[in-house]
């Protein structure tokens, strides 16, 4: 168990839909990273946040968002989604300073 | 940006054969970089990371990784593999006081009986 907390496991929907996927670090840490995995794009990263701002983006499409709150968590939410769109999003939060990454279990998304 | 490569989607080995995973990076700056494995329906673990402290860092599970500036490398080996060492190898990047990692494609090692 890495401590890093995501919910829902598993979620299901219909395309044009939205959904929040939900990351919870452990405690003390301030990073929070959001990875796409997917068969035909592999593991594509998609934002970072520090201690509750954007530090980085990746290929994070506009119909994407997210945002760090100040206890540390994280949401992605995902908006007008797409058959393309169904992939397993991992959230992973970073021990400083020695930069390991602790990877959360995933929320396996089906846009059906 | 940084970047790295794993050359070579799946690799196949037989019980107690060694393991090679090849990983090139492109980086402007001096990198970190790291090994990561993940077994199915599970996230990522780190098995080594690279600092500059040593060129050649041991990780868990019998895994090392040496870093080779010339070659712009830093392949993955374990003398000999188990079974359980089955899973998908990731290796990746980041920069020193950037916390901006990036991963490979992706390695799928198999092991044979």
């Known amino acids: 168990d890495s401590g890093v907390t995501q919910t829902p496991k598993h979620l299901i929907t219909a395309t044009g839909q939205r959904v929040t996927l939900r990351c919870s670090p452990r405690?003390?840490?301030?990073?929070v990273y959001w990875y796409q995995q997917s068969l035909d794009q592999g593991l594509q990263f998609l934002i970072q946040?520090?201690?509750?701002?954007?530090?980085a983006k990746g290929n994070i499409l506009e119909r994407f968002s997210a945002q760090q709150f100040p206890d540390l968590h994280s949401e992605l939410n995902l908006s007008s989604l797409e058959l393309g769109d169904s992939a397993l999003y991992f959230c992973?939060?970073?021990?400083?300073?020695?930069?390991?990454?602790?990877f959360g279990s995933g929320t396996q998304l089906s846009v059906l | 940006a940084q970047s790295v490569t794993q050359l070579g989607s799946h690799v196949s080995v037989s019980e107690g054969a060694l393991v090679l995973l090849r990983c090139n990076y492109s980086?402007?700056?001096?990198?970190?970089l790291f090994w990561y494995v993940q077994y199915p329906n599970q996230g990522l673990q780190l098995l080594l990371k690279?600092?500059?402290?040593?060129?050649l860092v041991k990780g868990i599970n019998g895994f090392e990784a040496e870093f080779k500036k010339s070659e712009t490398s830093f392949h993955l080996t374990k003398p000999s593999a188990h079974m359980s060492d089955a899973a998908e190898y990731f290796c990746?990047?980041?920069?020193?006081?950037?916390?901006?990692?990036?991963f490979g494609a992706g390695t799928r090692l198999t092991v044979k009986p």
């Open positions: 690279y600092t500059s402290a040593a060129t």
């Open positions: 990746a990047v980041s920069l020193y006081n950037n916390n901006d990692m990036r």
């Open positions: 946040y520090y201690n509750g701002e954007e530090r």
């Open positions: 980086s402007s700056v001096p990198p970190y």
């Open positions: 405690s003390g840490d301030l990073s």
């Open positions: 992973a939060a970073m021990e400083t300073p020695n930069e390991k990454l602790f």
